[in-house]
């Protein structure tokens, strides 16, 4: 079935590189998301990558993608308190955008 | 404008309660979708509608009525829920007809505790 797995918790010092792993079973997903949540809020789309790409970058997000190892990872460089937050990963299996999120990942940033 | 606009932000009601929540979005986009999400754990599909027709009805309760009058505005009717039903509700929508491989776009969710 379909499933989506991420650590729950990761804490890093400001300023430092952070990088939250994903891992994922759909191998016929077209796309695949990085989702923020900070608390109280809604969802906000952070980058995308498309499943014939192995890299994406945008600015301090990077996105590695390794389709045999269906794993997906989200570096973000020089990290903020500001990134704190709650970060899902998601893959769109079929139809109708039917996003499959995984459990989230909580990011900590400490001074 | 690129927001997906949801109200009430915090609704809280009684079993015997009738109350709806309402979704807008003036990005032309052509899906629009409710989740729910319950405390620190990820957004579960409840329902899509493409082109104002619902598409996706994931096995959700009749408590949960959606209605999609027009191609911006999405509401979802509550009726007799139940404790377990408190949570988050987002509102997204996406551009195309939902067909897959879409970006959605979230609302900032209602927040919803059923006494």
Known sequence: GEDVEQSLFLSVREGDSSVINCTYTDSSSTYLYWYKQEPGAGLQLLTYIFS???MKQDQRLTVLLHK???HLSLR???TQTGDSAIYFCAQGGGGYNKLIF???TR???HP | DTEV???PKHLVMGMTNKKSLKCEQHMGHRAMYWYKQKAKKPPELMFVYSYEKLSINESVPSRFSPECPNSSLLNLHLHALQPEDSALYLCASSQGGGQGGEKLFFG???QLSVL
């Open chain 1, 52 to 54: 014939n790409m192995d």
């Open chain 1, 68 to 70: 045999k190892d269906k």
């Open chain 1, 76 to 78: 973000i460089a020089d």
């Open chain 1, 102 to 104: 995984g459990a989230g």
């Open chain 1, 107 to 109: 990011l900590a940033v």
């Open chain 2, 5 to 7: 606009t949801q109200t």
């Open chain 2, 108 to 110: 900032s969710g209602t």
